[in-house]
């Protein structure tokens, strides 16, 4: 069974920065995409950054210039660097991984738990 465990959330003030990070663990042979997602309280789900397994990346245009995605795939894990925060930026901040091949699945998508940005002003 694939799980994503995620780090590096946190308290913040604005203009600060943090770095989350988030492994696959499992028997895993690809994933295509890893990716962060955030939530706030009452409002959707939404996509921060993605970035392929051959480094392609794609950002939401809130966070554009200000937040950085990278990834080791050797080492199953995406991070997200997070500089010049705003109080906006708080959220709940998910990892994704998209279309991972694994010894239990072909394709599957997982997430993880989850964690909590807040960023005060």
């Known amino acids: 069974q694939v799980q994503l465990v995620e780090s590096g959330g946190g308290l913040v003030q604005a203009g600060g920065s943090l770095r989350l990070s988030c492994t696959a663990s499992g028997t895993i042979f690809s994933i295509n995409a890893m990716g962060w997602y955030r939530q706030a309280p009452g409002k959707q789900r939404e996509l921060v950054a993605v970035?392929?397994?051959?480094?392609?990346?794609n950002y939401a245009d809130s966070v554009k210039g200000r937040f950085i995605i990278s990834r080791d795939n050797a080492k199953n894990t995406v991070y997200l660097q997070m500089n010049s925060l705003k109080p906006e930026d708080t959220s709940y901040y998910y990892c994704?991984?998209?279309?991972?091949?694994?010894?239990?699945?072909?394709?599957?998508?997982?997430w993880g738990q989850g964690t909590q940005v807040t960023v005060s002003s």
């Open positions: 970035i392929t397994s051959g480094g392609r990346t």
């Open positions: 994704n991984a998209d279309r991972v091949h694994s010894s239990g699945c072909y394709y599957c998508d997982y």
